[in-house]
């Protein structure tokens, strides 16, 4: 079985930074491409950032493009999602994914197979 754990996450002013952490075990990391997920109170779930198993190919979605940058080190089993220039509507519950099917990168929740507990990122204005 894979376990994700989430790090870094917590309270954060507007223009601010922080950096999210995903600790994965169980199964060997490079078997996975990852992604980054939020949630937004009373909203959906929606795609933030992915990366393929080699860390050569990351996608993201246009409301973050230019501020978060996710990468992944291999040797610790870790991925990460670097966030900069916060704003107010960022604020969620971000949770990483891995997805065993690292063909594509997919930027579809339903494609991700194992999921951590999510952290919790709130931004104030």
């Known amino acids: 079985q894979v376990q994700l754990v989430e790090s870094g996450g917590g309270l954060v002013q507007a223009g601010g930074s922080l950096r999210l952490s995903c600790a994965v075990s169980?199964?060997?990391?490079?078997?996975?491409?990852m992604g980054w997920f939020r949630q937004a109170p009373g909203k959906e779930r929606e795609f933030v950032a992915a990366i393929r198993w080699s860390g050569d190919v990351t996608y993201y979605a246009d409301s973050v493009k230019g501020r978060f940058t996710i990468s992944r080190d291999n040797a610790k089993s870790t991925v990460y999602l670097q966030m900069n220039s916060l704003k107010p509507e960022d604020t969620a519950v971000y949770y990483c994914?891995?997805?065993?099917?690292?063909?594509?990168?997919?930027?579809?929740?339903?494609?991700?197979?194992?999921w951590g507990q999510g952290t919790q990122v709130t931004v104030s204005s």
């Open positions: 994914a891995a997805d065993r099917i690292i063909g594509v990168v997919s930027t579809r929740e339903n494609h991700y197979d194992y």
């Open positions: 169980g199964r060997t990391f490079s078997n996975y491409n």
